[in-house]
């Protein structure tokens, strides 16, 4: 057994830490893999000197790593090493939302959780004790795994993780069958790239290098966005539509393919279903129409369908943003229509990609166990909770209501919506809540107990990627600062102190890397685990043209009729509409709200922030300054507003005062807040999503971010 081995037994104490790498003046390398909430999944080298981790960089041997890596990871000792880091268990000793905490040890810590837990459990029963958790950490185990288990076992509330991407992977679902999408590295030889509701400069930067690639070589690249991105200012167009109505667009550019006849004849009859029902409900949808609602000019959508339909190396590049509104769902199948009907997706370079998570033959139940869980008197598993309405779950909900939270890989305090109800919630005497975070974040300080959690080269972990089609493994590079545990060793400890006696508790790590991937699955055919120790990553085996992986050249769609489904039986049978249409965002449809708030707001991510990762990280946090609201010209001049001026931004559910910014990069009736920042950030007063609302998607539940209606005036 190596080094690193013996390191992952799952017995790891407070102060004895077994090192996987002895004293050495001498500067060596170990392979591992970005954590963090981004399709690129980078392979990483952490550069080790004595023990301590000196420099991270990008693999140059990792295809689609090449050996860059954004700002944020290039500079991750910063974090690792940040003074502020959390390095030993705390106990709330102040008011909540103080922040005023005191040191004890693990077992001090452990035994308060469980004596509450189980106080808890004796009084309410197990539904009133709820998990929070998502992608501040994205390797396998730190997600789900022992976690999981011991929330199974437990019987506590299950949470439903919509906050992100939930409506798009149900709208792809139901179309495609399944989260596969175009080659990343494809696009380097795309015709035309159609950069749908993304900023790959900030959220995809090794997919914007093979954009970069493709356009020296004559490509032409066009952003739909209701703000000018970083990316948006370097492509050929820049089409700013009006939120959440990008399914009007895609309605129009289909009755174009179909009016013009655009169209793969012999890919739609062997590969699709439902195509005489779709071109009768886009006979009515011209560009014309689309137009009134998506706010651009018919001729656009004219000259973009016939871009779109003039070459079958066209790829669209979705991202989340664009389904983060009541049609969120709808407006993804809607696009996904899109290449189907060109045949775009025979070509390696056409096609469409929003995620690729769902490549991967993951051993979930294994790692998660939901067999542990037990059902009720009615014969019902415990009860679900969705993340995106945890405000209402923690002020309203009875039957049992939440007594106890603990949260991991995640900010709610910073990320959930309509926050002023979440703090509330987390304000509540009692509520127990429990933080397992590297830092004492905006919800920490709400927190009873907080528990120091590792960061990325501190543990084992192995990963999938939502941007390419590659398995990477991370490996232990230095030991845990101070007291940090991971996750996994978080849960192993807690499911001892609570008395869960089941073998899968002591299981270790390294064991659960090992039997993470399914080795049996046709994707991993002639692939073993020590091929991916050795290199770091490997890439599933799916049908490939020229080099690239074309999941649907020959269709072969996971659908129930394993055809791209234009008409959905499966949406019918649901009470949704079982064709592809425009489902407007709630907000747009009150003309009272609209009198009354007339802008749409609108919150993308700042460069160097990662949701509300990285935010506490000066060096990071300083080129961005404090928050600031971007309006038009059009809007500042009808609200009297100057550059700079001191503005209120606001609706019935809360405001914000900061600085103006008056620009173009920013169509007419929207307000853009780029948004990371923590709370009580210098220069501003409140928080971007005090404003935004709990509710859901039309399909999987999601988060409404985009959904969200404001007004203007000087503060």
Known sequence: MGKWQRALNGKINDVNITTNTAPSLETHVVKGACPHDCPDTCALEYHVTNGKLIEVKGSASHSVTAGVLCTKVAKYPLRTYHPTRVKTPLKRVGNKGEAKFAPISWDEALAMVATKFKSIIAEHGAEAILPYSYAGNMGILQYSSMDRRFFHALGASQLERTICSSAGAAGLQVTLGSRLGTDVEAFAHSELIILWGTNPITSNLHLWSRCQEAKRRGAKLIAIDPYKSLSAEKCHKWLAIKPGTDAALALAMMHVLVRDDLLDHGYIANHTLGFSELKERVRDWTPERAAQVCGIAANEIETLANAYGSTKKAVIRLNYGMQRHGGGGMAVRTVACLPALTGAWTEASGGLLLSTSGAFPINTAYLERPDLMSCNANGELPRMVNMSALGDALTALNAPPIKAMFVYNSNPAAVAPDGNKVLAGLAREDLFTVVHDIFVTDTARFADIVLPATTQPEHDDIHRAYGHYDITLNRRAIDPIGKSLANTEVFRRLAKAMNLSDPC????????????????????????????????????????????????????????????????????????????????????????????????????????????????IEELAKPHGAPTVQLHPADAHARNLREGARVRVWNARGEMKLAATITEDTREGVATILWGHWRNHPGAEGFVNDLTSQALTDLGGGATFYDCRVEVSIA
Do not use: V
């Not at 090992?514 to 685990?529: C, E, M, N, P, Y």
């Open 505 to 616: 508790f002591d299981e270790s790590d390294e064991s659960m890397i090992r039997q993470a991937f399914d080795w049996s699955h046709k994707t991993l055919s002639g692939q073993s685990f020590e091929a991916l120790e050795s290199d770091g990553f490997l890439r599933l085996k799916y049908p490939k043209k020229d080099g690239f992986i074309t999941p649907f050249a020959n269709g072969e769609f996971g659908t129930p009729s394993g055809k791209c489904e234009f008409y959905s039986e499966a949406l019918a049978k649901h009470g949704f509409d079982p064709l592809p249409t425009y489902t407007p965002p709630h907000e747009y449809g009150d003309a009272n709200l609209a009198a009354k708030f007339p802008l749409a707001l609108n919150t993308p991510p700042a460069r160097n922030f990662m949701n509300s990762t990285f935010a506490n």
